[in-house]
């Protein structure tokens, strides 16, 4: 079923939504600036120079210039956005609504003292609705999951790469567990990976702490976390998916932060560099996924498996014939604070990758609390991998799941790593128009 978007029919009005956000992101940032005296001095005394210095589409800048706040709105601008500009003009609220309408201030000043405009003749037209409605079919060509990878995310593992340390005896069994999964990578490559994983005090630090957030943006560049940044590509994004994905989500009822702009750290990093290698540019796009799983309360395994199974349906709306692949990263059993520093536990880790793959909804149901005592404080990462377990087709019986490799090796520096590729075979009855395909915890 296609995205409901009827509330672009209601007229006269323009609703900011992740489409429009990404269209006037640039154009709203500098609305932001004006917050600021020395920019606003800065803009009044040559508005053009200023807006040049601006990545903004020539449209955009023609609409601030001719003061067309509905112009703005249709280049992507917010009201909240352009009021910022529209303070540095010394224009008060009531004279830019006004603008918009094609009334003077006092014509809509007095509109508003008789009791503001009437909702007769301000509705949508119920035959256009109707309409809208029937035309919500599901999408001749659409995007296809293809496949899950869940790798751990050891800083260490970037360091090892970086430094050319792989054919050294320590780390040379870790490295050879990965050489299924790059050849296995290379033989299918999917377009978009959505990579679930958790930043480590990077791009978020105790000023704000969000569970979920979703990469929405173009490009995210490599964090220095404190030894400067691993030398790898930047990430290039994909806005149109992403965006998609987050009306979806959000409409399934889960809340996410969208973020345009930030830096990913080695928990996104290094599991690219173990799927592809050296590379002068990632081959795919990526789609950063972040999960508090460092302040509690963190999401529950139940809560990560559901959000995979919505992610599934919103990949699988989208009308564009894409190959994804869902990566569900961090972990395995380990712990790097307190007495108990240094934990490992290969036999739970070992039942829950069994359990992930013949009992993912039961794995689902393990509360925090046996995480945390089984596998380590920090071990609670891997219900970030139930995201993308639950994003596979046999969760909901229209496919089926093979295991196309498992590997488990103790110690990469002071963790566990566990790895597993599932290639998601969903039914040709489900998906005639798809893409081709590419014991337990208590």
């Known amino acids: 079923m296609a995205l409901d978007r009827t509330y672009r029919l209601v007229p006269g009005t323009t609703i900011f939504d992740a489409d429009q956000a990404a269209k006037g992101y640039h154009l709203n940032q500098f609305c932001m600036s004006l917050m600021k005296a020395e920019n606003r001095a800065r803009f009044l005394a040559d508005q053009r120079a200023y807006l040049d210095e601006w990545p903004l589409r020539e449209e955009q800048k023609q609409a601030l210039l001719d003061r067309d706040l509905n112009a703005a709105m249709r280049e992507g601008g917010n009201i909240y956005f352009?009021?910022?500009?529209?303070?540095?003009?010394?224009?008060?609220?009531?004279?830019?609504?006004?603008?918009?309408?094609?009334?003077?201030?006092?014509?809509?000043?007095?509109?508003?003292?008789?009791?503001?405009?009437?909702?007769?003749?301000n509705r949508i037209?119920?035959?256009?609705?109707?309409?809208?409605?029937?035309?919500?079919?599901?999408?001749?060509?659409?995007?296809?999951?293809t496949g899950a990878v869940f790798t751990s995310h050891v800083p260490a593992i970037g360091a090892a790469l970086d430094h050319g340390k792989t054919e050294e005896p320590y780390w040379k069994p870790v490295f050879a567990?990965?050489?299924?999964?790059?050849?296995?990578?290379?033989?299918?490559?999917?377009?978009?990976?959505?990579?679930?994983?958790?930043?480590?005090?990077?791009?978020?630090?105790?000023?704000?702490?969000?569970?979920?957030?979703?990469?929405?943006?173009?490009?995210?560049?490599?964090?220095?976390?404190?030894?400067?940044?691993?030398?790898?590509?930047?990430?290039?994004?994909?806005?149109?998916?992403?965006?998609?994905?987050?009306?979806?989500?959000?409409?399934?009822?889960?809340?996410l932060t969208l973020v345009n702009e930030m830096p990913v750290d080695h928990g996104?990093?290094?599991?690219?560099?173990?799927?592809?290698?050296?590379?002068?540019?990632?081959?795919?796009?990526?789609?950063?996924?972040?999960?508090?799983?460092?302040?509690?309360?963190?999401?529950?395994?139940?809560?990560?498996?559901?959000?995979?199974?919505?992610?599934?349906?919103?990949?699988?709306?989208?009308?564009?014939?894409?190959?994804?692949?869902?990566?569900?990263?961090?972990?395995?059993?380990?712990?790097?604070?307190?007495?108990r520093a240094g934990l490992i536990n290969r036999e739970w880790d070992n039942a829950f990758l069994d359990k992930l793959i013949e009992d993912p909804a039961g794995l689902a149901q393990v509360p925090h609390l046996e995480?945390?005592?089984?596998?380590?404080?920090?071990?609670?990462?891997?219900?970030?991998?139930?995201?993308?377990?639950g994003a596979m087709s046999d969760v909901d019986g229209s496919g089926q799941v093979e295991v196309k490799h498992r590997f488990y090796h103790v110690p990469a520096s002071n963790t566990a790593v566990?790895?597993?590729?599932?290639?998601?075979?969903?039914?040709?009855?489900?998906?005639?128009?798809?893409?081709e395909p590419a014991e337990g915890v208590s």
Not at 372 to 380: L, R
Request: glycine share 10%; hydrophobic share 40%.
């Open 82 to 121: 352009l009021a910022k500009w529209g303070a540095a003009l010394g224009l008060s609220f009531q004279q830019m609504a006004g603008s918009m309408t094609g009334m003077t201030e006092q014509e809509y000043r007095d509109m508003m003292v008789g009791g503001g405009r009437s909702l007769e003749g």
């Open 177 to 255: 567990g990965y050489d299924y999964a790059k050849q296995w990578e290379k033989d299918d490559l999917p377009d978009v990976v959505f990579l679930v994983y958790n930043d480590h005090a990077t791009a978020f630090d105790s000023s704000i702490i969000p569970t979920f957030v979703l990469g929405t943006g173009a490009a995210y560049p490599t964090a220095d976390e404190g030894y400067g940044p691993r030398p790898v590509p930047g990430i290039e994004g994909d806005p149109g998916l992403a965006a998609h994905i987050a009306h979806s989500l959000i409409q399934d009822d889960f809340d």
């Open 371 to 389: 995480y945390v005592e089984q596998a380590g404080s920090e071990g609670i990462e891997l219900v970030m991998w139930l995201i993308a377990r």
């Open 268 to 339: 996104l990093t290094v599991p690219l560099s173990l799927m592809f290698g050296d590379v002068a540019k990632w081959p795919v796009k990526v789609i950063p996924f972040h999960v508090n799983v460092v302040q509690y309360p963190v999401p529950s395994g139940a809560r990560c498996f559901k959000l995979g199974q919505a992610l599934r349906k919103a990949i699988e709306s989208y009308d564009r014939p894409l190959k994804v692949q869902v990566w569900g990263t961090g972990g395995m059993s380990h712990q790097l604070q307190g007495p």
């Open 125 to 145: 037209d119920h035959a256009v609705l109707d309409a809208a409605y029937a035309d919500q079919a599901p999408p001749a060509e659409h995007a296809v999951i």
């Open 418 to 435: 566990g790895h597993l590729v599932l290639e998601n075979q969903p039914s040709l009855e489900n998906h005639p128009r798809a893409v």
